[in-house]
């Protein structure tokens, strides 16, 4: 059970004590009856609580989908730049929210925005495996070669040393775009693994978290939430 004013705030964009003065003036009803008692005790389970006619999701965490658009940054605030974060439509936003993992501010493709962060801490460790696919066009054409170097696994200049990658040609693009599976996060991987081998990625896209796919339905810059069968999918099939 859950004092009514923090089940808001801890869900809502409201502070506590802006819940306090929103419960006070009868805006808040549980199961369907005004209640005006900030520590009134509700059921997250089992109660249907609305502010202002609108149901409050009951939720704990909230994990969304989001097709970001190129030329927003993959951070909570930013004093230039708009964020993953303002993009996303009122009745997504909550308290906490925060990418699980970064694009870089030209990628596009499929994040994962929660406010969950043993959730994100799983999805991202480099020691759980979950793979990643991104499409990447670049300036030139793959060949078998830049396969096997994705296989043996890129080192970078730096001599820093990636994990064996997938890389596949996708068919009718004259050669020019693969299909990246890689299971960790470096910063500016894909880009930093093709320039290893002497190539430039001019579009970059991730499509898949594990078996979790970008929403083909979902337009670029939309986001939709997802059902605990979704985030499921990110993990199956994976044995770490
Ligand atoms: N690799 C990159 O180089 N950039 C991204 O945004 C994601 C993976």
Redesign the pocket.
């Known amino acids: 059970m859950e004092r009514l004013d923090k089940f808001l705030s801890a869900r809502g964009t409201l502070s506590r004590k802006e819940a306090q003065k929103s419960i006070k003036s009868g805006e808040v009803t549980v199961n369907g009856e005004v209640c005006r008692t900030a520590d009134f005790k509700v059921d997250p389970e089992t109660d249907a609580v609305s502010l202002r006619g609108q149901a409050v999701c009951a939720d704990e965490h909230v994990y969304i989908m989001l097709n970001k658009p190129p030329g927003v940054v993959?951070a909570t605030e930013d004093k230039r730049e708009r964020t993953v974060i303002d993009i996303l439509p009122p009745e997504l936003r909550r308290k906490g929210l925060f990418p699980a993992g970064?694009?870089?501010?030209?990628?596009e493709g499929l994040l994962i925005i929660t406010d969950d962060g043993d959730f994100a801490h799983r999805m991202l460790s480099p020691g759980k495996h979950v793979e990643?696919r991104?499409i990447?066009q670049i300036d030139g054409e793959i060949t078998d070669e830049m396969i096997t170097a994705f296989e043996n696994g890129i080192i970078f200049a730096d001599g820093t040393e990636c994990m064996p990658a997938k890389l596949e040609i996708i068919p009718n693009s004259g050669g020019m775009s693969g299909l990246?599976t890689?299971c960790e996060?470096?910063?500016?991987?894909?880009?930093?693994?093709?320039s290893a081998v002497g190539h430039k990625?001019v579009h970059?896209q991730?499509i898949s978290i594990g078996n979790l796919y970008l929403d083909s339905n979902l337009p670029i810059g939309y986001a939709k939430k997802l059902t605990k069968l979704d985030i499921d999918a990110i993990f199956v099939g994976n044995i770490h």
Do not use: E
Not at 102 to 107: G, N, P, S, V
Not at 185 to 191: L, P, T
């Open positions: 993959s970064r694009l870089d501010k030209d990628t990643k991104y990447a990246v890689i996060g470096k910063y500016h991987q894909v880009k930093k693994m093709f990625v970059l991730r």
